[in-house]
């Protein structure tokens, strides 16, 4: 079974330009959450989507946007980019919403320049 | 407001000995607690967990307690194995909230 992927793995962007992450779970999983990984910080929750709803969202400014599609692919955007959004994202699938268990994608890198 | 604190961002370990990482945590309606191993270039791989009615859940060479009223638990990974080097996280499950919320990560590192 394949794990859970995530395009692109490196990007490089500058200050005030938008990005598209995506995400695509583990075959069936149907919940899929967002993580931002910073030194320091450890994983902060970004949203979490099931069934192509919005189910929970972390305390992040509203630049940070996600959707969910009916493949239960997810794609995490971010507008307006600042420096402080460079991180590594992560994307992590699950069967159902319990989160008794997670299975991580790899992470895109993101760097604001 | 850090809601699960891992003091240690680093602890090095003599291979063969027992590495013992700590979490702290300060929500008490946290229901269920989770260790995370996380390799560069690779995203967080699940290893071990453990509910809030118990205080001790073992698997293999990891064992992970918790102590409710100190608002503590900890991960002990006997023996220690150069392959255990990377970087661990706690993360508590809040279950009103319905999410996840993960320390800050300690780096082991296993000395030959």
């Known amino acids: 079974k394949a794990g859970v992927t995530q395009t692109p793995r490196y990007l490089i962007k500058t200050r005030g330009q938008q990005v598209t992450l995506s995400c695509s779970p583990i075959?069936?999983?149907?919940?899929v959450s967002w993580y931002q990984q910073t030194p320091g910080q450890g994983l902060q929750f970004l949203f979490e989507y099931f069934s192509e709803t919005q189910r929970n969202k972390g305390n992040f400014p509203g630049r940070f946007s996600g959707r969910q599609f009916s493949n239960s692919r997810s794609e995490m955007n971010v507008s307006t980019l600042e420096l402080g959004d460079s991180a590594l994202y992560l994307c992590a699938s699950s069967l159902v919403i319990d989160l008794d268990t997670q299975y991580f994608g790899p992470g895109t890198r993101l760097t604001v320049l | 407001d850090q809601q699960v604190k891992q003091n240690s961002p680093s602890l090095s370990v003599q291979e063969g000995r027992i590495s013992i990482l700590n979490c702290d945590y300060t929500?008490?309606?946290?229901?269920?607690f989770l260790w995370y191993k996380k390799y560069p270039a690779e995203g967080p791989t699940f290893l071990i967990s453990i509910s809030s009615i118990k205080d001790k859940n073992e698997d293999g060479r990891f064992t992970v307690f918790l102590n409710k009223s100190a608002k503590h638990l900890s991960l002990h990974i006997v023996p220690s194995q150069p392959g255990d080097s990377a970087v661990y996280f706690c993360?508590?499950?809040?279950?009103?909230?319905?999410?996840?919320?993960f320390g800050q990560g300690t780096r082991l590192t296993i000395n030959p």
């Open positions: 075959s069936g999983h149907r919940s």
């Open positions: 929500n008490s309606m946290f229901d269920y």
């Open positions: 993360a508590a499950r809040d279950q009103g909230a319905q999410k996840l919320v």
